[in-house]
C-alpha cells in the first residue's frame, strides 16, 4: 500500500488496485476523501495535488459550464455535469473527473452512457461514452490533458474534446471531433468553432473584470 499527502489529507492506495474495476471500487469507498482528485490513467492512479488557478481555470471552467449548461437546458438536448462527476470507460481504460461534460439524451436512450448507483445511494459515475468532455490546461496538467486524455478520450468514441489553455493572452480554445484516426481540430472562422453536438458556433473572448483581472466569455450563435 502506498500513501499520498494532499491538501484533504493522505490517501491511501490499496495494492489490489491494479486494473480499472479495482480503481473504481476504491474510489467510491469512504477510504478516498470525496475532495481527492484520482484518476485512472496510463494503467494507474494519477493523484493530482495541484491547486487550481482562479482566474485562468476556475473561472474558465465556469463560464463554459454556465454558458453551455444554461444551452442544453433551454433547448432540452440533456445534462451537463461540471467537475465532480466520475467518467469511466472500459474501451479507453480510463476513469476520471472532467472540468465538464455532456451527455445527451440520445446518448442515454442508446445506452451509450449509464448512471452507476452508489452504496449508500444516490449516483455516483458515468460509465460509457459522453457526447462531450471539458479540459482546461493548468501547468502540471499540459501531458495528461495534451496526450494522454487526447487519446484516452478518442478511444472513449467521446465525439468532441473542447481544451482550453487561458495561461497566457490571448487564450487558446479549441474543439476537437472524432474522427476514426485520432482528434482534428475544428477550422476556426473569424474565431468562430462549430459545435455538431450543440448545433451551434461558439468564441472564446478575453476581457478584463473591473479589477483588471482576467475575465472570460464564452459566445455562442
Known amino acids: 500500500m502506498s500513501v499520498v499527502f494532499t491538501e484533504v489529507g493522505e490517501i491511501e492506495i490499496p495494492t ?4 480499472l474495476n479495482s480503481f473504481r471500487r476504491w474510489v467510491h469507498s469512504l477510504d478516498v476523501p470525496e475532495d481527492a482528485k484520482v484518476y485512472w490513467l ?4 494519477w493523484v493530482d495535488m495541484s491547486k ?3 482566474f485562468t481555470h476556475i473561472r474558465v471552467k465556469g463560464e463554459i459550464f454556465r454558458i453551455i449548461a444554461a444551452l442544453a437546458h433551454d433547448l432540452d438536448l440533456g ?3 461540471q467537475e465532480g462527476v466520475f467518467l469511466s470507460n472500459d474501451d479507453a481504460d480510463i476513469g476520471v473527473n472532467p472540468d465538464a461534460l455532456f451527455v445527451s439524451h440520445e446518448a442515454r436512450a442508446a445506452g451509450r452512457v449509464t448512471y452507476v ?4 445511494g444516490g449516483h455516483v459515475e458515468i460509465q460509457g461514452t459522453p457526447d462531450m468532455v471539458l479540459e482546461v490546461i493548468s501547468r502540471r496538467s499540459v501531458t495528461k490533458d495534451t496526450q494522454i486524455l487526447f ?3 478518442w478511444k472513449a468514441g467521446i465525439p468532441e474534446y473542447w481544451l482550453v489553455d487561458a495561461r497566457k493572452s490571448p487564450p487558446r480554445f479549441d474543439i476537437y471531433r472524432h474522427t476514426d484516426d485520432g482528434y482534428v481540430a475544428t477550422r476556426r472562422r473569424d474565431g468562430w468553432l462549430k459545435s455538431a453536438v450543440f448545433g451551434r458556433q461558439f468564441r472564446f473572448v478575453e476581457s478584463k473584470d473591473r479589477f483588471g483581472d482576467p475575465a472570460f466569455s464564452l459566445e455562442v450563435r
Open 42 to 45: 496510463d494503467e494507474k492512479v
Open 117 to 120: 448507483r452508489g452504496s449508500e
Open 79 to 81: 445534462l451537463v455535469l
Open 151 to 153: 487519446e484516452g478520450y
Open 16 to 19: 489490489w488496485v491494479t486494473d
Open 52 to 54: 487550481e488557478q482562479i
